[in-house]
């Protein structure tokens, strides 16, 4: 296993406290499990198209961009509660990368309207009521922004899957994507064919336009 690479910036982004960089077989059970150790389950390896009724990248962020989800535990809280209620709402999750200030998130929609503020409304929601709980915050504003982007182009859809599975290389967390426990780049990496896999994981993703200065 690689160490991690030290910077001041991935120290101020999130404290791991040394469970950044798991072993294997914890990594499978972080990726496969919530929580509770329920097992989570998906119907499908990452597409090649673009599907209806409809792909889209959602990116949330806290309020001022503070590091509230600040340990592995409340990180674990969101990242249980944004997979489960995808699951719940009938998402095809594509991608996701949850960290202490924000995520990101790419998936298939359910056939409803407005599906992508019925997911995010109950994620932050529920995931304001229980941190402000677990930090004694009562009526703390958690969430601030969130976006939506439908994709309608198989470019720019296998550039913003690339641009979330290296997400936590970029804000210098880990050096191998698939190290860094709350995304989705080791499951990418296990459960797709290999050249898909690889097409993504090269397509450049520099040009994608998202604010993500965390």
């Known amino acids: ?28 059970r972080a990726f496969w499990t919530d929580q509770n150790g329920h097992m989570l389950t998906w119907p499908h390896a990452p597409s090649k198209i673009v599907t209806h009724p409809g792909t889209y990248m959602i990116t949330a962020a806290t309020y001022h961009k503070q590091k509230l989800f600040d340990s592995p535990a409340k990180l674990d809280y969101l990242y249980d509660l944004l997979l489960n209620t995808c699951l719940e ?26 599906p992508a503020e019925m997911l ?9 009521i229980e ?11 958690v969430w601030y922004r969130c976006r939506d ?3 309608t182009f198989e470019k720019s859809y296998l550039a913003r899957l690339s641009y979330v599975y290296w997400n936590p290389v970029k804000h210098g967390i880990v050096n191998d994507p698939a190290n860094y426990r709350w995304c989705s780049a ?16 090269r397509t450049p993703h520099d040009k994608v336009r998202i604010e993500d200065d965390f």
């Open 131 to 141: 941190l402000n709980k677990m930090d004694g915050a009562s009526g703390r504003t």
């Open 1 to 28: 296993m690689e160490k991690a690479r030290a910077s001041s910036h991935s120290a101020a982004l999130l404290d791991l406290g040394g469970v950044g960089y798991l072993g294997v077989r914890e990594l499978a």
């Open 120 to 128: 995010t409304r109950k994620v932050h929601g529920k995931s304001a």
């Open 89 to 114: 709402q009938g998402w095809q999750l594509q991608a996701w990368a949850v960290f202490p200030n924000h995520y990101h998130l790419i998936g298939f929609s359910p056939d409803v309207d407005r």
């Open 149 to 151: 982007a439908r994709i």
């Open 186 to 201: 080791r499951w990418f990496q296990e459960h797709c064919d290999r050249p898909f896999y690889e097409t993504v994981m």
